[in-house]
């Protein structure tokens, strides 16, 4: 029987963020980059932020010691040997590969990195997994286009696109080509919107970027004709309650409005983000908010039900996870 208060799901995963301190310096020892710290402990002290930039500094800094296809995958089995011990049974993971290219790092070796790894996961860590590229926004989006022209051109092993960095001040309308083409190959679209952004910038997510799934989007709630929309049309929410608190959006896990949320009857699925930086994984958030929030087992079924929902998976992957 399927035990279905497990958290079986993972759909908003960024792999660059399930980069941990001790891989960090052996990547770098491996690479021979100089970090800009005396050690792990030295690093950890620097593992608290203001708001999303402060975050999103520390993350792409770190980034480079990735360099190598070989760097992704071992990044990438790291997480999903994690996830397996987490009971994630399916995850769909980004990639950011502006981050790399703009290091010189080609594009073929961070994909291939990390997608050869996914190729293997049911068979060595037990989970189903994907690759959703996700574009930088604070970046021009001529850049983005490029990039998915180059993954097009690859015959690149990806099931969607999605929209991350620091949002305010980069709305999804910049980013209306970029989705078109992605459609119009079949990808699956995504968006970041509403984690610190305007709820105006989930209604042009939804309605330019024709999104099927909102990262985020916790902001909604300041727009009740925007959850109106987000309830009657079924749209998954991936939210990130351990990411919220880290970043600031809001002040503590007691304050974050996720059973609102689930009370408005949105569907709200549980995620992550960036474990390696936000205090915990996938099993480590279900405890956090089964704990801050008394969430019955009927309330942690449903959860977990809308992680399956939600997932860009088939018919049959998804009854199996059910
Ligand atoms: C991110 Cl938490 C978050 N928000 C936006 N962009 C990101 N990239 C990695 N983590
Ligand atoms: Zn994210």
């Known amino acids: ?19 941990e301190p001790e891989l960090i310096f052996e990547l770098a020892a491996r690479n021979k980059v100089t970090l800009p710290y005396r050690d792990i402990a030295d690093l950890k002290s620097r593992y608290e932020f203001t708001d999303l930039q402060s975050f999103l500094t520390l993350y792409y800094a770190n980034m480079a010691v990735l360099q190598t296809a070989q760097d992704f995958a071992d990044l990438t089995r790291a997480y999903l040997r994690r996830a397996s ?3 994630v049974r399916h995850a769909e993971i980004f990639l950011d590969p502006q981050a790399h290219t703009v290091r010189g790092v080609s594009l073929a070796a961070c994909v291939n990195g990390v997608a050869g790894a996914l190729r293997d996961s049911q068979a060595q860590f037990g989970l189903s997994s994907a690759l959703i590229i996700t574009f930088l926004r604070d970046q021009p989006a001529a850049e983005a286009l490029d ?38 190959h079949g990808l699956k679209c995504v968006a970041h919107a509403g984690e610190e952004g305007p709820p105006e910038y989930v209604w042009q997510a939804l309605q330019l970027l024709q999104v099927s799934r909102v990262d985020h989007g916790i902001r909604s709630l300041e727009d009740p004709l925007l959850v109106d929309y987000l309830v009657q049309n079924a749209i998954p929410l991936t939210v990130c309650p351990l990411s919220n608190v880290r970043l600031r959006v809001v002040d503590t896990l007691a304050d974050h409005p996720l059973q609102a949320m689930l009370e408005r009857g949105l569907l709200v699925t549980i995620n992550s983000d960036d474990p390696a930086y936000f205090g915990g994984y996938l099993d480590d958030t279900f405890a956090a908010i089964t704990r801050t929030f008394n969430l019955t087992v009927d309330q942690l ?20 996870l059910l």
């Not at 990039?147 to 305010?168: F, K, R, Y």
């Open 301 to 320: 079924a449903v959860l977990a039900r809308n992680g399956v929902r939600a997932a860009f998976i088939d018919d049959d992957r998804r009854a199996e």
């Open 1 to 19: 029987m399927p035990s279905t208060h497990l958290p079986s799901v993972e759909l908003h995963l960024h792999i660059e963020g399930t980069l």
């Open 85 to 87: 011990a987490a009971g």
């Open 147 to 184: 990039t998915l022209t180059q993954l097009i051109a690859m015959n690149a092993p990806i099931i969607g696109i999605g929209l991350d960095s620091a949002e305010v001040g980069h709305p999804p309308i910049d980013f209306v080509e970029v989705f078109d083409l992605a459609r119009a």
